[in-house]
């Protein structure tokens, strides 16, 4: 009783200071109306929207969102109209926009001026940067807010670590977001994509690899080359592959006629036509001999020779003899195989554990594994036994003790006792995540939990999955989050969002990236051109072609100013300014002058290895070498880098 006269007594505070942020956004919503920022107008009567108590409230905010989204059209429709133009292209966008007449476009700002002729083709929408790329007379530009233009460029592409890849003439090289030269960036004849911190490059009809402060890591000198994978990457010469590690060094001489990707620490190569493995070291652990084989998966791989096929294991033994037409690979222990033309299961001692009896079948998951006979799908377990009879039309894996089917066109899901859980009635379906699955009916998404009862209604246009609790969602075009309650935990206000890890989410706002925690709260404000998930605490933030870091608390403990950094360990992180590494710790201070052309390690036994005039030396945390009687030799020790 005394608790319930309390909640009654501060009911009206509650209400007070509710009605006190409505009266806020209001009136912030209406000076941004006043100076024409019809968007950030539209955004402060939304808010207050969110704070309205009366039903009057909620009906002023709701004539005033729409009051500013008609201005903002009106705006719009003024400025073409002014500029003499049919249509509008991506609307204003740092108070700029493309405006469209007789096949081309033009720059505009919001008053309707003309910046620029109608001259341009292809245009992209203005960044935060000012800048937005376009083409003209067969070549690609920057475009700054006053229509002035970038060098020309044959090709112009954004890449995948926030820089643009260029192409001028017949070379390649890196543009930052503001369309400046990458520091210490030549020029190669072609330049893929980054992966794992490498690009591949290629230099007089040579490929190598550059890290991304354009150091080169490996000479080019070879044919081709693909990207890392487990450290290792394939390499090409005089049309025979090999292998080479990060370090450049050429683990496996270029002698095969075809090779494959490390996994498990083995990788196929092919000689004269037939196929074997080798490790890490180099070494052939399965002599060529087979026709086909397949990658490692469970310490097994699959092999085929004259038409029959079995596993090897890392021995390079025959463990599952080879009597099948097809198979599959290891899933908890067992894998599928054909026969006659039915499919069954083999454990990794090569017993048959479920007779060949089924037209199809697929990978064990959860102790289940998806078999079809007859047209329908079904399980069984991992006895053999029938699971779930096959009846369905399509059946997907179990995750979470739940699979997706589909009847009659509708999606719903079963039970490890072979129940049906959620009756089959959505248009689409995911798998579960953290007691949640994704659904859609009638174009909108929302989320069932294990039960089968919708938890979050059906009324976003994308849904991403449950992750530390939280999933992100979309509607009208802006990201936010929901939690497992199905309440939204953080407003839908986002261009752009990323999923949640350390208790920390990604999100973008006009072009620049933050973080969000899982109240709601932007606990870093969006203003880092990109930012990466946080881990151990830190994350990774970068602004003007610079690299920095942010902790958990939001404060900037590194300010962006290095060219390259790692991640930090026991305390320290390597750093890299003006082409040479050093070591910062966790307030931001340097307590190892950067000095050295590499690092390798991060004091894991309380050294780290460095080099300095091309020779490899261990150092503790205070940067002094530590003696030893003898280093350990290092990947690419003693190999000047150029």
């Given at each position: 009783m005394q608790k319930l006269l309390f909640l009654l007594l501060l009911a009206p505070c509650f209400a007070a200071a509710q009605s006190a942020e409505y009266t806020r956004f209001m009136k912030a919503g209406e000076r941004e109306l006043r100076a024409g920022h019809y968007d950030l107008a539209g955004k402060k009567f939304t808010a207050a929207l969110e704070f309205a108590f009366s039903q009057a409230e909620q009906k002023a905010a709701r004539e005033a969102v729409k009051n500013a989204e008609r201005r903002r059209v009106q705006e719009v429709e003024n400025a073409l109209r002014k500029a003499e133009t049919v249509i509008g292209h991506f609307g204003f966008r740092q108070d700029r926009a493309w405006a469209y007449k007789d096949g081309k476009f033009a720059v505009i700002d919001r008053s309707g001026q003309r910046l620029t002729d109608f001259v341009f083709s292809d245009p992209q929408p203005f960044e935060a940067s000012g800048l937005a790329l376009a083409q003209k007379d067969g070549f690609y530009h920057l475009v700054d807010k006053q229509g002035g233009l970038s060098e020309a460029y044959n090709y112009f592409f954004p890449t995948n670590n926030g820089w643009y890849k260029v192409r001028k003439g017949n070379l390649c090289t890196f543009l930052d977001r503001q369309g400046r030269h990458i520091k210490d960036w030549g020029w190669y004849d072609k330049i893929e994509n980054f992966s794992g911190g490498l690009a591949q490059v290629k230099k007089d009809g040579k490929w190598g690899f550059v890290d991304t402060s354009g150091q080169i890591i490996v000479i080019p000198q070879f044919d081709w080359v693909w990207s890392f994978s487990e450290g290792f990457a394939m390499v090409q010469k005089d049309r025979k592959w090999g292998l080479i590690d990060i370090s450049g060094q050429?683990?496996?001489?270029?002698?095969?006629?075809?090779?494959?990707?490390?996994?498990?620490?083995?990788?196929?190569?092919?000689?004269?036509?037939?196929?074997?493995?080798?490790?890490?070291?180099?070494?052939?652990?399965?002599?060529?001999?087979?026709?086909?084989?397949?990658?490692?998966?469970?310490?097994?791989?699959?092999?085929?020779?004259?038409?029959?096929?079995?596993?090897?294991?890392?021995?390079?033994?025959?463990?599952?003899?080879?009597?099948?037409?097809?198979?599959?690979?290891?899933?908890?222990?067992?894998?599928e195989f054909k026969k006659d033309g039915k499919w069954g299961f083999v454990d990794t001692s090569g017993q048959i554990v479920v007779a060949p009896q089924f037209d199809e079948a697929n990978g064990f998951s959860e102790g289940f594994a998806r078999v079809k006979e007859d047209g329908k799908w079904g399980f069984v377990d991992t006895r053999g036994q029938i699971a779930v009879a096959p009846q369905f039309d399509g059946a997907g894996h179990f995750s979470e003790g739940f699979a997706v089917v589909r009847k009659d066109g509708k999606w719903g899901f079963v039970g490890t006792s072979g129940q049906i859980a959620v009756a089959p009635q959505f248009d689409e379906?995911?798998?579960?995540?953290?007691?949640?699955?994704?659904?859609?009916?009638?174009?909108?998404?929302?989320?069932?939990?294990?039960?089968?009862?919708?938890?979050?209604?059906?009324?976003?246009?994308?849904?991403?999955?449950?992750?530390?609790?939280?999933?992100?969602?979309?509607?009208?075009?802006?990201?936010?989050?929901?939690?497992?309650?199905?309440?939204?935990?953080?407003?839908?206000?986002?261009?752009?969002?990323?999923?949640?890890?350390?208790?920390?989410?990604?999100?973008?706002?006009?072009?620049?990236?933050?973080?969000?925690?899982?109240?709601?709260?932007?606990?870093?404000?969006?203003?880092?051109?990109?930012?990466?998930?946080?881990?151990?605490?830190?994350?990774?933030?970068?602004?003007?072609?610079?690299?920095?870091?942010?902790?958990?608390?939001?404060?900037?403990?590194?300010?962006?100013?290095?060219?390259?950094?790692?991640?930090?360990?026991?305390?320290?992180?390597?750093?890299?300014?003006?082409?040479?590494?050093?070591?910062?710790?966790?307030?931001?201070?340097?307590?190892?002058?950067?000095?050295?052309?590499?690092?390798?390690?991060?004091?894991?036994?309380?050294?780290?290895?460095?080099?300095?005039f091309g020779e490899w030396f261990p150092i503790n945390k205070k940067g002094e070498m530590v003696v030893v009687e003898e280093i350990p030799p290092v990947p690419g020790g003693g190999k000047e880098r150029k």
């Open positions: 050429i683990v496996v001489t270029p002698q095969f006629d075809e090779v494959g990707f490390f996994s498990e620490g083995f990788a196929r190569v092919q000689k004269d036509g037939k196929w074997g493995f080798v490790d890490t070291s180099g070494q052939t652990i399965v002599a060529p001999q087979f026709d086909e084989v397949g990658d490692f998966y469970e310490n097994l791989a699959p092999v085929q020779k004259d038409g029959k096929w079995g596993f090897v294991d890392k021995n390079g033994q025959i463990v599952v003899v080879l009597q099948f037409d097809e198979v599959g690979y290891f899933h908890e222990g067992l894998a379906a995911g798998y579960f995540s953290e007691g949640f699955a994704r659904v859609q009916k009638d174009g909108k998404w929302g989320f069932v939990d294990t039960r089968g009862q919708i938890a979050v209604a059906l009324q976003f246009d994308e849904v991403g999955v449950f992750s530390e609790g939280f999933a992100w969602v979309q509607k009208d075009g802006k990201w936010g989050f929901v939690d497992t309650s199905g309440q939204i935990a953080v407003a839908l206000q986002f261009d752009e969002v990323g999923f949640f890890s350390e208790g920390f989410a990604r999100v973008q706002k006009d072009g620049k990236w933050g973080f969000v925690d899982t109240s709601g709260q932007i606990v870093v404000t969006p203003q880092f051109d990109a930012v990466w998930d946080f881990s151990k605490g830190f994350a990774l933030v970068y602004k003007d072609g610079k690299l920095g870091f942010v902790d958990t608390s939001g404060q900037i403990v590194v300010a962006p100013q290095f060219d390259d950094v790692k991640d930090f360990f026991q305390g320290l992180a390597p750093i890299k300014k003006d082409g040479k590494w050093g070591f910062v710790d966790t307030s931001g201070q340097i307590v190892i002058a950067p000095q050295f052309e590499e690092v390798r390690g991060s004091f894991k036994n309380g050294t780290a290895t460095v080099t300095r």
